[in-house]
């Protein structure tokens, strides 16, 4: 059974940084070809944020392109987004995605506040 699980949410400062994890099992990370991240803010529609896709590489949302970078750990079955210089329109549930198969975690709330 494929799980995936977001970790690493909280409440950060404007201008920090936070690393989401999404930690996977039932199957290697390595056999998905793609994995991403999406977000959703409060009354907004869910809106993409990056993807890594095999033999392709990754790619980024305009909002987020130069300050969050995606990345994959096959030892560690996990995926990352490092979030630097946050702000507070960033502040939203993310989820973490895998395919194909359409898999999807329950989200992680980052919130970016002073």
């Known amino acids: 059974q494929v799980q995936l699980v977001e970790s690493g949410g909280g409440l950060v400062q404007p201008g920090g940084s936070l690393r989401l994890s999404c930690a996977a099992s039932?199957?290697?990370?390595?056999?998905?070809?793609?994995m991403g991240w999406y977000r959703q803010a409060p009354g907004k529609e869910r809106e993409w944020v990056a993807h890594t896709i095999t033999n392709i590489g990754p790619n980024y949302a305009d909002s987020v392109k130069g300050r969050f970078t995606i990345s994959r750990d096959n030892a560690k079955n996990t995926l990352y987004l490092q979030m630097n210089s946050l702000r507070p329109e960033d502040t939203a549930v993310y989820y973490c995605?895998?395919?194909?198969?359409?898999?999807w975690g329950q989200g992680t709330q980052v919130t970016v506040s002073s």
């Open positions: 995605t895998a395919g194909p198969g359409g898999y």
């Open positions: 039932g199957r290697s990370i390595f056999s998905f070809k793609t």
